[in-house]
């Protein structure tokens, strides 16, 4: 998979996407640059999930990987070793109930986390940041309620 580029519609399919998925990695693809997961659509219904089910997503060592958007249904979420990552996003078409835990590391290119958290993430406890020096600031309107662990080394001027 070290030559992959782009993982777009094509990988999942058009119909129930992801439907019985419980852990989804990438690792070591040096190429990828971008994973195309709305592409063209005018309109989304908020019950539009690519994970439909709790998963884990892990992101490792993806060195030219620049952007990338955490999908609904998403329950921990492991980004490590993609020093080219600008944009973090979180899906805006519904509140990412899921979601508990944000772990992050080795992404010196990192500016940011996802506007919004708060509102987006109600359910993230856990969130730990590490070799991210770009990062100088939390997100507008601040962490998730919910939050319970944070842990921050080498994290900008946080």
């Known amino acids: 998979m070290h030559g992959i580029i782009e993982v777009i ?3 999942w399919g058009n119909s ?3 439907n019985s998925l419980e852990k989804l990695e990438f690792s070591k693809m040096l190429e990828w640059k971008q994973w195309h997961v709305l592409d063209q ?3 989304i219904s908020p019950e ?3 994970v439909p089910r709790a998963c884990d997503l892990r992101v490792d060592d993806c060195q030219s990987l620049t952007s990338l958007l955490i999908l609904a249904g998403t329950e ?11 944009i973090l996003s979180v899906a805006w078409v519904t509140q990412i109930m899921a979601l508990r835990g944000l772990s ?11 506007e919004k958290m ?8 856990e969130l730990y940041l590490t070799c991210c020096p ?17 842990g921050s080394t080498i994290a900008g001027n946080l």
């Open 48 to 50: 539009f999930e690519l």
């Open 41 to 43: 659509c005018d309109s």
């Open 134 to 150: 770009e990062i100088e600031s939390f997100p507008e309107g601040g962490l998730p309620f919910n939050l319970q662990d944070l």
């Open 76 to 86: 921990n979420v492991r980004i490590f070793g993609c020093g080219n990552l600008e």
């Open 104 to 114: 992050i590391g080795n992404c010196e290119k990192l500016k940011s986390l996802p």
């Open 9 to 11: 519609e094509e990988f």
């Open 118 to 125: 708060q509102e987006l993430l109600p359910s993230l406890n």
């Open 16 to 18: 129930l996407h992801f």
